[in-house]
T-cell receptor, first 115, second 111 residues
């Protein structure tokens, strides 16, 4: 079946502009996660959703970052007034959340470059 | 708190074995292992739930010592395809679904 998809695959934006990153999870997966990965670094947790609710937003770096999920499916990560330090690959993952198992399946990511 | 992985990097010849360790300072519900190849997304390898289980997948296996809050990934008879960066992700003592990933271990397998 179809995996997790993300769009756009690449985004170049000027400092100060707003950007929206989209994630389409695997159909039927109830949990959805956003991570950020800077060049050569590990995976930094941003936020996760169970259905349309976000139980944990603690990883969002600042109030410029927000995310929503609608219909228990598509999620959008919005970064307002982008800064150069926001440049990174933003990865989305989804999980079936069955029997306490939450293995995560990652999308290809969106590479964000802020100039 | 971020789990600590060791070693940071390892270079092997084909057919050699390797062990990657993941250590947490907090009680854990589960440990996940993922592999990421350069320029690609991380790929799920296995999940270990508290209870001290050990799992295997082909020549890759893992163990989870709940009391020590440690997990180890074992790669035996390594193949070129094993090259990549391995991340452990830890889930806290309750089944919240939130994973905190280690900094990664880069594995390079040479012919």
């Amino acid at each position: 079946g179809a995996g997790v998809s993300q769009s756009p695959s690449n985004k170049v934006t000027e400092k100060g502009k707003d950007v929206e990153l989209r994630c389409d999870p695997i159909s039927g997966h109830t949990a959805l996660y956003w991570y950020r990965q800077s060049l050569g670094q590990g995976l930094e947790f941003l936020i996760y959703f169970q259905g349309n609710s976000a139980p944990d937003k603690s990883g969002l770096p600042s109030d410029r970052f927000s995310a929503e999920r609608t219909g228990g499916s598509v999620s959008t990560l919005t970064i307002q007034r982008t800064q150069q330090e926001d440049s990174a690959v933003y990865l989305c993952a989804s999980s079936p959340w069955t029997s306490g198992r939450n293995e995560q399946y990652f999308g290809p990511g969106t590479r964000l470059t802020v100039t | 708190q971020q789990p600590v992985q060791s070693p940071q990097a390892v270079i092997l010849r084909e057919g050699e074995d390797a062990v990657i360790n993941c250590s947490s300072s907090k009680a854990l519900y589960s440990v996940h292992w993922y592999r990421q190849k350069h320029g690609e997304a991380p790929v799920f390898l296995m999940i270990l739930l508290k209870g001290g289980e050990q799992k295997g997948h082909d020549k890759i296996s893992a163990s989870f010592n709940e009391k020590k809050q440690q997990s180890s990934l074992y790669l035996t008879a390594s193949q070129l395809s094993y090259s990549g960066t391995y991340f452990c992700g830890t889930e806290g003592s309750s089944n919240t679904g939130k994973l905190i990933f280690g900094q990664g271990t880069t594995l390079q397998v040479k012919p």
